[in-house]
């Protein structure tokens, strides 16, 4: 499985940019994937994922700014950002949630993932 993310870059405060993750190898419509960012010094942190079947699941920080979706025709998993913050700046990661991850696993661990993006940078200026 390879993962390709794109649509970081650099943005207003209170703007918006919608990042995409791009997956090949595999049967993308069966995987549960996820998004992940790491800030300058700090840890990398949940952000949001998706499942098989569509649901969805947020880290609790985001209030509602966020949203992802997937596209199984396309092998595609996206992140909207709206409302975007200067802390918001950061390396946004995607990846797959291991098929092997049971419901009690949760979500926000990266030790359940094991296939990752090369990342997308995203800045936000004040």
């Known amino acids: 499985v390879q993962l390709q993310a794109s649509g970081g870059g650099l943005v207003q405060a209170g703007g918006s940019l919608r990042l995409s993750c791009a997956a090949s190898?595999?049967?993308?419509?069966?995987?549960?994937m996820g998004w992940f960012r790491q800030a300058p010094g700090k840890e990398r942190e949940f952000v949001a994922a998706v499942t098989s079947s569509h649901r969805t699941r947020y880290a609790e920080f985001l209030k509602g700014r966020f949203s992802i979706s997937r596209e199984n025709a396309k092998n595609t998993v996206y992140l909207q950002m709206n409302s975007l913050k200067p802390e918001d700046t950061a390396v946004y990661y995607c990846?797959?949630?291991?098929?092997?991850?049971?419901?009690?696993?949760?979500?926000?661990?990266?030790?359940?993932?094991?296939?990752w993006g090369q990342g997308t940078q995203v800045t936000v200026s004040s």
């Open positions: 190898g595999g049967t993308f419509s069966r995987y549960d």
């Open positions: 990846a797959r949630r291991k098929p092997t991850a049971i419901h009690s696993s949760g979500w926000s661990s990266i030790a359940i993932y094991d296939y």
